[in-house]
């Protein structure tokens, strides 16, 4: 499972739009805060589509 975890960060992580990108290298940290949030929204979005795909699993 870890490979399959790795493989959808990595997919989250290269459709993350540059202002994302941008803003987690920030010094200010209202900026990068408003990055991370967003980084974590996509993610999480990303591991629920993949636990709805998983056979067995209930349709929410």
Known sequence: MNG?????????????PQWVKQEMLSADPVMR??????????????????ESERPGSEAA
Do not use: F, W
């Open 4 to 16: 399959a975890i790795n493989e959808l960060m990595l997919g989250v992580l290269a459709r993350a």
């Open 33 to 50: 805060a408003r990055a991370e949030e967003t980084l974590a929204a996509m993610i999480s979005s990303a591991l629920d589509e993949s």
